[in-house]
């Protein structure tokens, strides 16, 4: 018994000690049931606890039903508790491989992120935010706010409705400047676009279904339809975005990233656009237009969405994640009013909606112009980036053409150098960049290509960065 007693970690109380060595001992059928446990002067003794502490473990198991007390005759191991094998730490005897259901994405590859990416000299990877442009102080304060007399309930209730004053901010001081004009009810706040790609495809996706991918494109998106047992259809890409003319009749979803193509950066172009649309009435179906980071344009205007031409049949996904940060985990969708219905319904059994705090803080610090300042201050340094980076690139891939967006540039390597070689080489000199294959539905095209993001490293650093990473590549080519 004592053992038992030694082994429950000592950072418990002591009374809560001896409820736990109780109750291993009635589990593992030390004690059984019906028998009568030694007295609470006994067990104090050995233990080495005061009676009291005894007491008051042996009270709380009689409440929890463990033990029984009999007036006068003592207290007993209680027939129902006992069990006769007690769970092992390592899931005993349950077959997990039977219980499981695997996500069915064979064959498609998984983004990777390198742990404490930022201890390494040259991070010119994607997919996270610059952490110093995060307006720590700002945000704060709006995160006070919502916490204030007028903001608690819009906080801290279980709100089954979005956040309406997020919901206003968006269709005031983002979409239009998408070409976007709705009302409340085309617009529901997710977390993240990932969750909306996951809500959209258990919503409208059916078994067998072809939804069309870019190809290249966003890996995560393939791994979401195809769970849902989505045929996917990869249609290339190319220097005016992706080839419209290679949809197939069959048809159901189109998924595309027009702004800023992903991986390529590639702009949709406006004849492309409305291909789309008349394709999509024509041979009916549904396209989603994935906008994740369209205000990221350094020369000109973003196109305007092309969920402005057809509210309709375009739904439209907007994140913050490249925006503000991957970490706030908001994106929305904007789409006709049946449809939010929908997917509002699947997201209510899930996780019933996004953090109430977190809505009303982004909404009072998108009313304040906090978000806009701060989206200008980033927007503005990653323009330099991006016309240092094109520029150290151009010295040795001349003909190149890198689009004016986004976070990363789509490089094609020269003949010789292959992707999964340059991004180990490169690690190894402290370089980080992300290999082509994870982009491509067939990978062996991808390992001609690598993307090199520049959202979060130093600007200072990326130029030596790319200038190192050129020499990486040189020397792949052997
Ligand atoms: C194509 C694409 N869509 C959406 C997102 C944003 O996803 P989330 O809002 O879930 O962070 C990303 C981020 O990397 C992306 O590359």
Same mark, same amino acid.
């Given at each position: 018994?004592?053992?038992?007693?030694?082994?429950?970690?000592?950072?418990?109380?002591?009374?809560?000690?001896?409820?736990?060595?109780?109750?291993?001992?009635?589990?593992?059928?030390?004690?059984?049931?019906?028998?009568?446990?030694?007295?609470?002067?006994?067990?104090?003794? @050995?233990?080495?606890?005061?009676?009291?502490?005894?007491? /008051?473990?042996?009270?709380?198991?009689?409440?929890?039903?463990?033990?029984?007390?009999?007036?006068?005759?003592?207290?007993?191991?209680?027939?129902?508790?006992?069990?006769?094998?007690?769970?092992?730490?390592?899931?005993?005897?349950?077959?997990?491989?039977?219980?499981?259901?695997?996500?069915?994405?064979?064959? +498609?590859?998984?983004?990777?992120?390198?742990?404490?990416?930022?201890?390494?000299?040259?991070?010119?990877?994607?997919?996270?935010?610059? %952490?110093?442009?995060?307006?720590?102080? @700002?945000?704060?304060?709006?995160?006070?706010?919502?916490?204030?007399?007028?903001?608690?309930?819009?906080?801290?209730?279980?709100?089954?409705?979005?956040?309406?004053?997020?919901?206003?901010?968006? #269709?005031?001081?983002?979409?239009?400047?998408?070409?976007?004009?709705?009302?409340?009810?085309?617009?529901?706040?997710?977390?993240?676009? @990932?969750?909306?790609?996951? &809500?959209?495809?258990?919503?409208?996706?059916?078994?067998?279904?072809?939804?069309?991918?870019?190809?290249?494109?966003?890996?995560?998106?393939?791994?979401?339809?195809?769970?849902?047992?989505?045929?996917?259809?990869?249609?290339?890409?190319?220097?005016?975005?992706?080839?419209?003319?290679?949809?197939?009749?069959?048809?159901?979803?189109?998924?595309?990233?027009?702004?800023?193509?992903?991986?390529?950066?590639?702009?949709?172009?406006?004849?492309?656009?409305?291909?789309?649309?008349?394709?999509?009435?024509?041979?009916?179906?549904?396209?989603?237009?994935?906008?994740?980071?369209?205000?990221?344009?350094?020369?000109?205007?973003?196109?305007?969405?092309?969920?402005?031409?057809?509210?309709?049949?375009?739904?439209?996904?907007?994140?913050?994640?490249?925006?503000?940060?991957?970490?706030?985990?908001?994106?929305?969708?904007?789409?006709?009013?049946?449809?939010?219905?929908?997917?509002?319904?699947?997201?209510?059994?899930?996780?019933?909606?996004?953090?109430?705090?977190?809505?009303?803080?982004?909404?009072?610090?998108?009313?304040?112009?906090?978000?806009?300042?701060?989206?200008?201050?980033?927007?503005?340094?990653?323009?330099?980036?991006?016309?240092?980076?094109?520029?150290?690139?151009?010295?040795?891939?001349?003909?190149?053409?890198?689009?004016?967006?986004?976070?990363?540039?789509? &490089?094609?390597?020269?003949?010789?150098? /292959?992707?999964?070689?340059?991004?180990?080489?490169?690690?190894?000199?402290?370089?980080?960049?992300?290999?082509?294959?994870?982009?491509?539905?067939? %990978?062996?095209?991808?390992?001609?290509?690598?993307?090199?993001?520049?959202?979060?490293?130093?600007?200072? #650093?990326?130029?030596?960065?790319?200038?190192? &990473?050129?020499?990486? +590549?040189?020397?792949?080519?052997?």
């Amino acid at each position: 018994m004592s053992e038992v007693f030694d082994g429950v970690p000592s950072v418990f109380p002591l009374h809560v000690r001896v409820r736990t060595m109780v109750e291993q001992l009635i589990f593992t059928g030390s004690w059984r049931a019906g028998e009568r446990i030694p007295s609470s002067r006994m067990l104090a003794e @050995q233990l080495g606890v005061s009676r009291m502490t005894v007491q /008051t473990a042996i009270d709380e198991l009689i409440a929890g039903g463990y033990l029984r007390s009999a007036p006068r005759s003592g207290v007993f191991v209680n027939t129902h508790a006992t069990v006769a094998d007690a769970p092992t730490e390592s899931g005993g005897d349950v077959d997990w491989a039977r219980w499981i259901r695997q996500p069915v994405t064979p064959g +498609i590859p998984h983004l990777q992120r390198v742990p404490e990416w930022w201890t390494y000299p040259y991070p010119l990877i994607t997919g996270q935010h610059d %952490a110093r442009f995060f307006p720590d102080r @700002q945000w704060l304060s709006a995160v006070r706010k919502s916490l204030g007399d007028d903001h608690r309930h819009a906080s801290l209730d279980d709100n089954l409705i979005d956040d309406m004053l997020l919901i206003d901010e968006l #269709r005031r001081s983002l979409l239009p400047s998408r070409g976007i004009f709705v009302e409340r009810e085309n617009v529901l706040i997710t977390l993240g676009a @990932q969750e909306a790609l996951a &809500l959209l495809a258990d919503t409208l996706v059916r078994r067998g279904d072809h939804v069309v991918v870019e190809d290249p494109g966003y890996v995560d998106a393939r791994h979401v339809f195809a769970a849902r047992g989505a045929e996917l259809v990869p249609v290339p890409v190319d220097d005016q975005g992706l080839r419209v003319d290679d949809l197939t009749r069959e048809t159901s979803l189109c998924y595309t990233t027009p702004s800023h193509q992903h991986p390529s950066n590639v702009t949709l172009s406006p004849d492309r656009r409305l291909d789309l649309i008349r394709r999509a009435r024509d041979d009916d179906f549904l396209v989603i237009e994935d906008d994740y980071d369209s205000e990221l344009c350094y020369r000109g205007r973003p196109t305007p969405a092309i969920a402005s031409h057809d509210p309709h049949r375009v739904i439209y996904l907007g994140s913050m994640s490249k925006l503000l940060a991957p970490g706030i985990r908001v994106g929305f969708v904007v789409a006709d009013p049946s449809l939010i219905r929908a997917l509002a319904w699947r997201r209510r059994y899930v996780h019933r909606q996004v953090p109430g705090v977190t809505q009303r803080a982004l909404a009072l610090f998108m009313r304040d112009g906090s978000f806009t300042r701060s989206l200008h201050a980033y927007r503005r340094e990653l323009a330099v980036r991006w016309e240092v980076a094109t520029g150290t690139l151009h010295t040795r891939f001349p003909d190149q053409v890198f689009p004016p967006g986004g976070t990363a540039l789509w &490089l094609r390597l020269p003949d010789g150098a /292959t992707s999964d070689h340059v991004v180990t080489a490169a690690r190894e000199r402290g370089i980080l960049i992300d290999p082509g294959e994870l982009y491509f539905a067939d %990978a062996a095209t991808g390992s001609g290509f690598v993307r090199v993001g520049f959202s979060c490293i130093d600007t200072e #650093r990326v130029r030596p960065g790319l200038l190192a &990473l050129l020499e990486v +590549i040189e020397e792949c080519r052997g």
